[in-house]
Nanobody, 121 residues
Framework: QVQLVESGGGLVQPGGSLTLTCVARTAYFSDYNLAWYRQTPEKRELVAFITKNGSANYVDSVKGRFTISRDNTRNTMYLQMSSLKLEDTAVYLC????????????????WGEGTQVTVSS
């Protein structure tokens, strides 16, 4: 079972920036596809995912504002967020998953506990 630990959340004003970090406790980090989700009381939404080969994909609402990356030497994934909006407020969680032949991401059962991002003036 992969253990995932997120950090880096906080309170930021609209237009501000934050960088989230997800550290994975596993010997097979480079073999995994990874994703960032965000959870609000209404829904859990896939924000971005990065394949084991480094290909990045984003939900339309964050394209051009968020950047997902990974450092396999540090077992770490990042989410750089800029031009933050009120609607980006959520608990952000990292995940390990599967990418099918159509390029769609499917989460597996390994989730972190999340880090809270609050965008407020």
């Amino acid at each position: 079972q992969v253990q995932l630990v997120e950090s880096g959340g906080g309170l930021v004003q609209p237009g501000g920036s934050l960088t989230l970090t997800c550290v994975a406790r596993t010997a097979y980090f480079s073999d995994y596809n990874l994703a960032w989700y965000r959870q609000t009381p209404e829904k859990r939404e896939l924000v971005a995912f990065i394949t084991k080969n480094g290909s990045a994909n984003y939900v339309d609402s964050v394209k051009g504002r968020f950047t997902i990356s990974r450092d396999n030497t540090r077992n770490t994934m990042y989410l750089q967020m800029s031009s933050l909006k009120l609607e980006d407020t959520a608990v952000y969680l990292c995940n390990v998953g599967i990418v099918d032949t159509s390029g769609r991401y499917f989460p597996l059962s390994a989730w972190g506990e999340g880090t809270q991002v609050t965008v407020s003036s």
